[in-house]
């Protein structure tokens, strides 16, 4: 059962809200009102400020190494430690965020590290600059600290790769002027890289602090490698290390993305890196002040649109035909795939009886879809009604339609595998009766994507009559073995840092309407028989996934799903006793992503609800 919130966590979420009213964030929230218009600002303030289900400042307590913990790491000896030179460009810096980000580097458990400042602050005097005075005095103390004055303020690539060149590490690590490093953050780099050397790039989870270092807020908890996110938003961003050797191969920072030249980077990075690891630890710490992009997006325009650059560049390097666009949430955007050709497209309905909707699925499909190369292959099971037959004779070869009789029992996997047998086309969408079309071009999207050679599978956004949420991506292990994530969620909203409504890698979708390439499909080998009812689909996204392929999470082809209408409920004992088989099965055959976590989620995130939320423990 869900959680009810007490009046009390509400009393406290919203003296939070009141006591963040300042001038500049009341003209913040007017700018935001402005971008978003009033409906959809009223619903990012619900989003951001509904009270905490987990409070994140205690749990972040719980989770940060205690100092018996600390000292271990200080007293570990690595036979091939990596050195880590931190890179850091710097700015008319406060004194006091310099040397609170000084003393974060110096406290890390993990010592063979460098620090290296390119500074490009411009003063009429040496007196005037403060920065070169600090630096001064913590240079007297600690020969780690290697310290550049540009002889003028070249931006903030420039000033980066300047800094860059003074590294002799092996690997660098990149760290804002005015953010904090966990004590632990170094080591859990060295521990990784000394346990597979080749490992090229490295990022961590990351949270904001308020500019006072008193309050821990939002929480980044991200998945591994995840290159369709990675287009939709820079989710890497902090903390990012990669291998010094191959910085320099991609030639360092490009002054022409300023402002999204990390997100350049990070792209270039991993492109050519052998082996990337995500380390699922808040290693990193944000800080957000007045004029940060953490927390106010719409006040750096040039950013977002530089941003949107370094995807177009990084398409056009990996050969991808794709149009990127800002999406009303900044910092995140849309990659449309050019559809090659005209490839025909077979959709597969298996229907029992039902005739009305069944009708209306058929009918969205004739009026919205505006891509008509498609054959439509009705896989008849065990219906009982006159006028059922009746209607598959009145349709049976028009409008591309075809019936196929499975004169077995019901079992979903099979049903699907013999209409796949009986259908044509190159690509295959897999579609129950009860959905309805809402997105015109919702074969065109499912297209782009799969016609992209690592593609297998892709998945679409679903929705409840209500409006609400029913799916928007399977996250494996939820609910023990796998459960769709936001369900029940309203339409508008878009859930954890935008992932209901961002195009992502995922390990699982429902077949209550995928695409599948039919070559993936058969190297997989169908759908699995003695999954009649449950899981067949998870575990075909995890046979395609595991021979290679992706599987992409669109939130841009959209449909009403009117789920258990036609379904039975588990009420016998044979329908328990199936289901229970069909959970041993998917234990046995998955045991490794259910015992390690679904690579596409994190293992900070609770398994017990759909939302995202913390993991309690």
Not at 3 to 22: A, G, H, P, T
Not at 195 to 212: A, C, F, Q, S
Not at 280 to 291: D, E, F, T
Not at 333 to 351: A, G, K, M
Request: proline share 3%; with cysteine; aromatic share 12%.
């Amino acid at each position: 059962m869900e959680k009810k919130v007490s009046k009390n966590e509400y009393k406290i979420q919203w003296k939070k809200l009141f006591s963040r009213l300042s001038p500049y964030n009341i003209k913040k929230g007017l700018k935001y009102l402005s971008h978003y218009g009033f409906k959809q600002f009223a619903v990012k303030l619900t989003e951001r400020f509904q009270p905490e289900e987990i409070p994140y400042e205690p749990w972040l307590k719980r989770h940060m190494p205690a100092e018996e913990t600390l000292e271990k790491q200080r007293r570990k000896v690595f036979e091939k430690g990596p050195k880590i030179s931190i890179i850091v460009p710097v700015y008319r810096t406060p004194e006091e965020f310099l040397r609170q980000m000084i003393d974060s580097v110096q406290a890390q458990t993990y010592a063979d590290w460098e620090l290296c400042i390119g500074d490009g602050s411009t003063f009429r005097t040496q007196e005037e600059n403060t920065v070169k005075k600090v630096m001064d005095e913590y240079m007297e103390k600690d020969s780690r600290i290697r310290y550049m004055i540009l002889e003028a303020n070249r931006g903030i690539a420039d000033n980066t790769n300047a800094a860059i060149s003074l590294a002799s590490g092996d690997f660098i690590a990149l760290l804002d002027h005015d953010d904090i490093l966990a004590p632990n953050a170094l080591y859990e780099m060295a521990a990784a890289i000394s346990k597979d050397h080749e490992i090229d790039v490295l990022y961590t989870d990351e949270d904001k602090v308020t500019m006072d270092l008193k309050e821990h807020f939002q929480p980044h908890l991200k998945p591994d490698f995840n290159i369709d996110l990675l287009r939709s938003n820079n989710y890497i961003c902090h903390m990012f290390v990669v291998r010094n050797s191959l910085a320099k191969q991609i030639g360092g920072f490009r002054k022409e993305f300023d402002g999204a030249q990390d997100y350049d980077f990070i792209f270039r990075c991993t492109e050519k890196a052998r082996k990337i690891k995500h380390i699922p630890k808040i290693l990193y710490h944000w800080r957000v002040h007045r004029n940060s992009t953490a927390e106010n997006p719409a006040s750096k325009m040039y950013a977002f649109d530089a941003g949107k650059r370094a995807i177009e560049a990084h398409l056009e390097r990996s050969g991808a035909r794709g149009t990127v666009s800002h999406t009303p949430d900044l910092g995140f955007y849309r990659v449309r795939y050019e559809v090659q050709d005209n490839p025909l497209v077979s959709i597969i309905i298996p229907n029992k009886d039902n005739v009305e909707i069944l009708d209306r699925c058929l009918e969205s499909i004739r009026k919205k879809s505006t891509y008509k190369n498609y054959e439509i292959i009705i896989v008849e099971n065990n219906s009982t009604k006159e006028e059922t037959f009746a209607y598959y004779k009145k349709n049976d070869g028009q409008d591309n339609i075809r019936v196929v009789y499975w004169k077995e029992e019901f079992n979903y996997s099979l049903i699907n595998n013999f209409g796949v047998s009986n259908s044509k086309g190159e690509y295959i969408i897999l579609l129950n009766n009860d959905t309805e079309i809402i997105t015109e071009n919702w074969i065109e999207e499912f297209l782009g994507h799969c016609q992209r050679p690592e593609v297998g599978i892709v998945g679409a956004k679903l929705y409840y009559p209500d409006d609400t949420i029913q799916h928007a991506g399977t996250i494996i292990g939820i609910g023990g073995i796998a459960g769709h994530a936001f369900i029940g969620m309203p339409r508008a909203h878009s859930g954890y840092l935008h992932k209901a409504s961002i195009q992502q890698d995922l390990s699982a979708v429902t077949a209550a309407c995928l695409m599948i390439k039919r070559s993936a499909f058969k190297e997989a080998g169908g759908f699995e028989g003695r999954l009649a009812v449950a899981f067949n689909d998870v575990d075909l996204c995890l046979k395609v996934r595991k021979a290679g392929y992706l599987v992409v999470y669109t939130p841009y082809a959209e449909l009403y799903h009117y789920e258990s209408k036609t379904r039975g409920a588990e009420d016998t004992k044979e329908k328990v006793r199936r289901f229970q088989t069909e959970i041993e099965y998917m234990r046995c055959t998955w045991t490794e992503i259910l015992k390690n976590g679904d690579p596409f989620y994190n293992k900070n995130l609770t398994l017990d609800k759909w939302n995202y939320s913390l993991r309690k423990n």
